[in-house]
């Protein structure tokens, strides 16, 4: 009688990018999918599409742009958190004032970066999160350490 083995392989980590730019989402795409235990879920530039593309997709974790094209980053950054309290929300902006962090961060963003300074800095944000147990990573960003890339940078 042959054995069979079953091999559990954890679960990828499925990310979704919403930025107004379609360069940016298919840089982002081509920097994440270098990640291991990372799948690109799906990225979307029209802001009409944003909640259905979090409702259909169910990503662990987004990337949100603060401005698009006719609506506020911010604004669904509160309704991600509101409706899908289990998304990782990563803000991602050319409008890296600390009034915007601050913003963000208070309104539920796990973690802010500046697009102009800090987007390679992701991929080693992504190694991190890929890493976590799928249950640490998606029961609250209460349970991930706050990840500062260059603690000796001022904030953005």
Excluded: W
């Amino acid at each position: 009688m042959e054995t069979t083995r079953v091999k559990t392989v954890p679960e990828d980590m499925k990310v979704l990018i919403v930025d107004d730019s379609p360069l940016i989402c298919l840089r982002l795409a081509a920097l994440l999918s270098d990640v291991e235990g990372v799948e690109i879920a799906g990225y979307t530039t029209d802001s009409a599409l944003v909640i259905s593309s979090v409702t259909s997709l169910k990503p662990d974790v987004v990337i949100l742009d603060i401005q698009l094209v006719g609506a506020s980053g911010i604004d669904f950054l509160r309704q991600i958190r509101r409706d899908h309290p289990g998304i990782v929300v990563v803000m991602l902006t050319n409008l890296a004032d600390p009034r915007y962090r601050k913003t963000c961060l208070e309104a539920g963003a796990a973690f802010f970066f500046d697009k102009s300074t800090q987007i390679f800095e992701l991929a080693a944000l992504f190694e991190r999160l890929a890493q976590e147990p799928k249950s640490g990573r998606i029961a609250g960003q209460k349970s991930l350490a706050p990840f500062d890339p260059d603690p000796e940078r001022p904030p953005a």
